[in-house]
Each structure stands twice: as C-alpha cells, then as structure tokens.
C-alpha cells in the first residue's frame, strides 16, 4: 500500500465480517487496521474457545501501544495458507466500505477510491466506479448526474460482496 492508510476499528471490521489470523496480519502490515483491533479480535475469540493457543491469550492481554505484530504472525502461522488474493479482496471491500460510509468526510470521495484502485493493484470489478475510466452508459448530462452513477455503482459492489461475507 502506497497511500491508502486508514486503520479500521474493530467495531467497524467485525460489524461487517470475520477475519483470519492471516487477514489479521494483512491489514496491520500495510496499516489498514488499528493494532487494538487486533487485541479485541484475539479477545473475542479467547472467549469463544476451550483451549485458546498461548499466542492468542498473550495478544488479548496487550495493553494499549504494546507490540502486537509478533503474536499475530504466530496465529497467522497456524492457520491454513490463504492466496493473497483471497485477503486483499476482503481489505479491499473494507476499506471502500468505510470511505463509503464516511465519504462526508472526505473532500473527494471519489479520489479516494481512484487511490484505493491504485493501491489494490486496478482490480478489474471497481473500473465501473473510478472516474478516470471509461464511462459505463451513456452520459448523464452533466458532471453531477455522472457522479451519482459512480457512487451508486459503488453502494452496488458493496452490497453485492457484503452479503457474501456478513457475519
């Protein structure tokens, strides 16, 4: 990741899906996710197993600002090897969701995911909804109306890959 940097709360992330270990790691890695999400997830799943690995009740007993990076490779170790694909998809669907939700906030939403379309590597399922490409149907008639497209469009992809993944 070259420019997109949003560390995602936990909240946020488990509203909307589960993550691995693997995936876990991704996202603090290329600093997509808060490291205290990461302390919450292990908690979560202390509480959800018999006989939780040492890594996991070391990571749910972090304290905010304490290193957590190392537990999380050691949990990501244990579990099966996932295609890289397979989990920047999932950080792909994240992030656009939490600019969609927070696109208020941003002066240009739209600039946003035309960074996070350079950032995932041009995925070929956002063309639909970057700006810069080639438009899809006709023109509106006016800047406006072809925006709204573009952010319906948007609103469209994440439906669509949100119900596949909705806890």
């Known amino acids: ?9 936990y909240r ?4 909307r899906l589960r993550l691995t270990w693997r ?14 999400a990461a ?3 292990a908690i979560e799943q202390v509480g959800e197993l018999e006989a939780p ?11 905010k600002g304490e290193p957590v990076l190392e537990l999380v490779e050691q949990l990501a170790e244990m579990e099966p090897k996932r295609s890289e694909d397979e989990i920047r998809r999932k950080w792909l669907y994240l992030v656009l969701a939490w600019i969609y939700e927070h696109r208020h906030e941003y002066s240009d939403p ?8 350079a ?3 041009y995925p070929e399922e956002l063309a639909t909804f970057v700006r810069y490409m080639p438009m899809v149907g006709p023109d509106l008639g ?11 469009r948007w609103k469209q992809y994440l439906d669509d890959v949100g119900s596949a993944w909705s806890p």
Not at 1 to 9: E, F, Q, S, T
Not at 23 to 36: A, C, Q, R, T
Not at 110 to 117: F, K, P
């Open 1 to 9: 990741m070259d420019i997109v940097r949003l560390r995602l709360p």
């Open 12 to 15: 946020f992330i488990r509203d």
């Open 23 to 36: 995936e876990v790691h991704y996202g603090l890695v290329n600093e997509l996710l808060d490291p205290e």
């Open 39 to 41: 302390v919450a997830f």
């Open 53 to 63: 690995p040492s890594a996991l009740l070391s990571l749910a007993e972090q304290c």
């Open 110 to 117: 739209l600039q946003r995911v035309e960074e996070v379309y």
């Open 119 to 121: 950032d995932f590597g």
């Open 142 to 152: 006016s800047k406006n109306e072809n925006e709204r497209r573009l952010f319906q």
